[in-house]
């Protein structure tokens, strides 16, 4: 019987080898090298290693909220007052000081009327560039004080929420809310399988305290994030076949697309009105993806730009589509861009933050 056990136990594990070497040659035939990305995050983490000489325990990897979406507590931003690293897409692994409520702004921001607030991804949230080179500083240096509320991984149920527990009591005269068409309709099912974030989309009333708990966020973040990055369930979920079976289970057992162009459709609308009667301005942006212009093959369009923007105009929703810019005056698009499939650089941001700054003026 013992034997038994043990021969089954290795052609399982014989089989799951197999299984991840034939995911893995799907993802690179996809454009997803993943020898690259294990490459990356190697060096990722000895850089992070090295500059531990310098910040000490103060510097800490890139914290997003996706990690705890299944904890009892969510933070949206990271510990207060430390230093985060990027990834690298520019050549070099930029790092910036947290403000109070561990998102990417210049603390003293805070201190004087808000202009703006963005709400959004990591395009908000300035990866991967310089703290001074983001969208949120770039709008502040054009004199619109401007708070960056975006964090990695996002999509339209933390950043509803993150409009719940900071930029509403914030009140600033604008909200900026931006959408990433390369991923964030991808996000909605996934994020809705958390019993906390869907609460915030189903009722109304709820919210976390977060504004008034960054001692307690900080030390939640600091007992577990550690612990999440070092596990051995984090590392069989950086499997690629683990990744595919979770995306194919998401699909199959949360929202199908209808349902989370609802769940999308309806978020806007509910904050946008919100801002409506709170007499504060509400601007949408529609942010392009590498793969429009250079991986049509590939390029995901479940959810069409044209049915968000009808939507937009049906609602009469201000919005701004840095789609038309990326193509103007015969422009090559990938110039905005950092890397294939990556963020954009700080050209890409500069002429965003421009584009902005001019709609709101007007």
């Not at 520019?90 to 790092?95: A, D, E, K, L, T």
């Not at 809310?177 to 991923?183: A, L, R, S, T």
């Not at 699909?251 to 989370?260: A, C, H, I, V």
Request: hydrophobic content about 35%; aromatic content about 14%; charged content about 25%.
């Amino acid at each position: 019987m013992l034997k038994l056990i043990i021969v089954n136990s290795f052609v399982f594990i014989f089989l799951i080898i197999i299984l991840e070497f034939i995911s893995r040659k799907r993802d690179n035939s996809l454009l997803v090298d993943v020898n690259k990305q294990q490459e990356k995050i190697k060096n990722y983490q000895n850089k992070l290693n090295i500059r531990r000489n310098i910040y000490g325990d103060s510097l800490i990897p890139l914290i997003v909220p996706s990690v705890f979406y299944h904890d009892s507590l969510i933070p949206l931003g990271s510990i207060s007052h430390f230093y985060t690293q990027f990834p690298n897409e520019n050549g070099s692994y930029p790092v910036y000081k947290n403000d109070r409520y561990g998102f990417n702004n210049n603390d003293q921001n805070y201190d004087n009327a808000i202009d703006a607030v963005l709400i959004g991804d990591s395009f908000v949230h300035g990866c991967c560039v310089n703290q001074n080179e983001n969208i949120s500083s770039n709008l502040t240096s054009m004199g619109l004080n401007s708070i960056n509320l975006g964090a990695a991984d996002n999509s339209i149920l933390s950043e509803l929420a993150t409009y719940v527990e900071y930029a509403d009591k914030l009140n600033p005269k604008t909200i900026i809310w931006f959408y990433y068409e390369g991923n964030d309709f991808d996000g909605i099912p996934i994020e809705y399988t958390s019993k906390v974030l869907s609460k915030y989309y189903l009722d109304s009333q709820f919210n976390q305290n977060l504004i008034n708990k960054q001692k307690q966020i900080d030390d939640f973040i600091s007992k577990n994030h550690k612990k999440k990055n070092n596990s051995i369930v984090l590392r069989l979920k950086n499997l690629s076949l683990y990744k595919r079976f979770k995306y194919h289970y998401i699909r199959l057992t949360s929202l199908n697309d209808q349902k989370s162009k609802k769940v999308f459709f309806d978020i806007i609308k509910r904050v946008s009105q919100d801002c409506k009667l709170k007499n504060r301005k509400f601007i949408f942006v529609y942010l392009p993806s590498w793969d429009r212009y250079y991986e049509k093959d590939i390029f995901n369009n479940r959810i069409l730009k044209k049915d968000v923007l009808n939507f937009l105009k049906i609602n009469r929703i201000k919005y701004y589509d840095f789609s038309r810019k990326l193509i103007e005056n015969n422009s090559e698009p990938k110039d905005y861009f950092s890397i294939p499939r990556g963020h954009y650089n700080t050209i890409g941001y500069k002429e965003l933050s421009k584009e902005i700054f001019r709609i709101i003026e007007n």
